[in-house]
C-alpha cells in the first residue's frame, strides 16, 4: 500500500498510539472480521492476550481500556473521551459487552485480557491475539495482530510469497512521484522544480483534490490547537500513582499575563514584550507540555507520528504561527506535508514503535520531522531541509524508552518539550548552511535503526529500565 499524510498525522486519544490506538483498531478489526464472516452471532465470549511491551506496559498505557472500546465498535478518532471512563466502569460492575453493539455477552477484564510482560509474538514487540469461542467454549476465530507504532496496525497474515512482514514498508509506486530514500526525495525536488511538500502535494493528489488536502490538513491542525487550549486549561494531576501536576496552566498564566485576559486562549492571548529573549522557548514548551499533559490524561490528540512524540510538531508548529511574521493556512499547511515526506522515509526504512527501537524512533522521529518542516516554512531550499531533519535525528540516537511506572509522564512530557526546542534549534543551524553536510538523512536513519536493533530490550518501553526502575530507589 501507498502511506498517505494522513495515514501519518491520524486524530486518536492518549495516552499512546501504539499502546492505545493500535489495539483499539485491531479489537475493532477482529470484531468487524467476526460480523463480515456471519459468525457475530454465535459469540459467547472472547480473549484478549497482550504480549512483550503490550504486556508489560498495557495497563498504564490503557491498553485494556482499549481493547473494550475497540471491541464495541468505537474508533479512537471519533470516540467520546468524555464518556470513557463511566462506559470501563460500568463494564465492570456488570461485566456485560456488546459486541460492535449488536452482540451481548458476558466480559470481565480481570478474566478475558491478560498480560504477558515477559512472552512476544515473533514478528513485533507490540503484538495481541484475539479468541471468540461460542456458547460451547469451542473456537470461533482466533486472529493475531500487530501494532507497530503510530497507530498503525498489521495482522499476522501469510503473504503471496510465503513470508511475513515485520515492518511496514509501503508500496509507493502507485504514486505519481515515489520515493524511498532522502536521495530520491532530493532528486525529484531538482528534476521537477518542487519543495518538498509540493512533491507530498503531488502524491496526495492520487487520493484527493487539492481542496480537499488543505481542509484535512487544516483539520489535523484545527485539532493540535484544540489539545493544547484543553491542556492549558485543564488543572490538578494526571491519572495513575506519580501524582504528576499538570504545569501547562499555571504556565499559560504566567506567560499571558495574570489575570488570563478574558476569553484568551493559548493561540489568541497577547504575547507579551520579550524582554527575556529567550521567552519564546517557553512558549514552545508550554505547547509541548500542554499537549503531552492531554495525552496522559486519555485526551484527544494527534499522532505525529506518536502519542508518546505527540506534541513537538505542534510545539513547533505553534511557534510559527505565533512568532514568524507572514505565518498563514499555506506555510501550515506546507509544515504538515513536509513533516510527513520526513516521517514517511523513517516509517519504511526504520519504525516509529517505541517499543521496537526505544524512544529515538518516537521523539527522535518528532523532532526530525518538526525541524525539517519548520526549516522548509522558514524559506529553507530541499537540501537545508533535509539537513535540519538529519540533525534532528543525530543528537537523539540512542534515547532509551523507559516510562516509568508504564505510563505516558515521566520523562515523557517534559522530553517533548526539550525536543521542541532541539527541532528549533536544528532548524536554524540548517538555515545558515548551505545544505551540504558529512552524515545524510538516509545514514542517520539506518543508524537509527541499527541502534534500536542493538538496543537491550529492557529500554525498549518495557518499564524494566533506565528511569523506570532507578527513579524507585531515589
Not at 485543564?234 to 485576559?261: D, F, I, K, M, N
Not at 526505544?358 to 527522535?364: A, I, P, R, T
Amino acid at each position: 500500500m501507498a502511506v498517505s499524510v494522513f495515514d501519518l498525522f491520524k486524530v486518536g486519544i492518549g495516552p499512546s498510539s501504539s499502546h492505545t490506538v493500535g489495539p483499539m483498531r485491531a479489537a475493532r478489526l477482529f470484531a468487524l472480521q467476526l460480523q463480515a464472516s456471519g459468525k457475530l452471532k454465535r459469540v459467547a465470549r472472547v480473549e484478549c492476550a497482550l504480549y512483550g511491551s503490550l504486556g508489560a506496559t498495557g495497563k498504564g498505557h490503557g491498553s485494556d481500556r482499549a481493547v473494550i472500546l475497540g471491541l464495541q465498535g468505537d474508533l479512537p478518532d471519533t470516540v467520546d473521551v468524555d464518556s470513557i471512563g463511566g462506559r470501563i466502569a460500568a463494564l465492570q460492575a456488570t461485566h456485560r459487552l456488546g459486541l460492535l453493539g449488536l452482540q451481548p455477552l458476558n466480559f470481565d477484564p480481570a478474566r478475558d485480557i491478560t498480560f504477558f510482560a515477559l512472552r512476544q509474538l515473533p514478528l513485533h514487540a507490540n503484538g495481541m491475539q484475539f479468541s471468540a469461542f461460542d456458547a460451547t467454549g469451542a473456537v470461533l476465530d482466533q486472529r493475531i495482530y500487530y501494532s507497530v507504532g503510530g497507530g498503525f496496525v498489521v495482522s499476522d497474515e501469510v503473504a503471496a510469497d510465503g513470508e511475513r512482514q515485520k515492518r511496514v514498508a509501503p508500496d509507493t509506486t502507485v504514486l505519481p512521484l515515489p520515493f524511498h530514500s532522502a536521495v530520491e526525495l532530493l532528486a525529484l525536488t531538482r528534476t521537477h522544480g518542487l519543495s518538498i511538500a509540493a512533491v507530498m502535494r503531488r502524491n496526495e493528489r492520487h487520493w484527493r483534490a487539492d481542496a480537499d488536502i488543505d481542509r484535512e490538513l487544516l483539520r489535523i491542525w484545527q485539532v493540535m490547537q484544540a489539545c493544547v487550549a484543553r491542556g492549558c486549561a485543564t488543572e490538578g494531576e494526571l491519572p495513575g500513582w506519580l501524582h504528576v501536576r499538570r504545569r501547562a496552566p499555571q504556565l499559560y498564566r504566567t506567560l499571558a499575563g495574570s489575570p488570563v485576559p478574558s476569553g484568551a486562549t493559548a493561540l489568541t492571548a497577547p504575547l507579551q514584550p520579550l524582554h527575556d529573549p529567550l521567552q519564546a522557548i517557553d512558549w514552545v514548551n508550554l505547547y509541548a507540555l500542554a499537549v503531552n499533559e492531554e495525552n496522559a490524561a486519555g485526551g484527544r490528540v494527534v499522532t505525529a507520528p506518536t502519542n508518546g512524540a505527540a506534541g513537538i510538531i505542534p510545539a513547533v508548529l505553534h511557534y510559527y504561527t505565533r512568532f514568524v511574521p507572514g505565518a498563514n493556512d499555506a506555510g501550515v499547511a506546507d509544515f504538515l506535508l513536509t513533516a510527513g515526506a520526513i516521517g514517511l522515509l523513517y516509517k519504511e526504512n526504520a519504525s516509529i514503535s517505541g517499543a521496537e527501537v526505544g524512544c529515538q524512533g518516537e521523539v527522535g522521529v518528532a523532532c526530525s520531522m518538526a525541524a525539517g518542516a519548520l526549516c522548509a516554512v522558514l524559506g529553507g531550499t530541499p537540501e537545508q531541509v533535509e539537513n535540519a531533519a538529519e540533525i534532528g535525528m543525530e543528537h537523539h540516537l540512542g534515547l532509551t524508552c523507559d516510562p516509568v511506572g508504564g505510563l505516558v509522564q515521566v520523562p515523557c512530557i517534559e522530553r517533548n518539550a526539550i525536543a521542541s526546542v532541539q527541532a528549533l534549534n536544528a532548524a536554524r543551524m540548517a538555515l545558515h548552511g548551505d545544505g551540504r553536510h558529512i552524515v545524510s538523512l538516509d545514514q542517520v536513519i539506518k543508524t537509527m535503526r541499527d541502534t534500536g536493533a542493538d538496543m537491550q530490550t529492557k529500554y525498549k518501553e518495557t518499564a524494566r529500565g533506565g528511569l523506570a526502575v532507578n527513579i524507585i530507589e531515589c
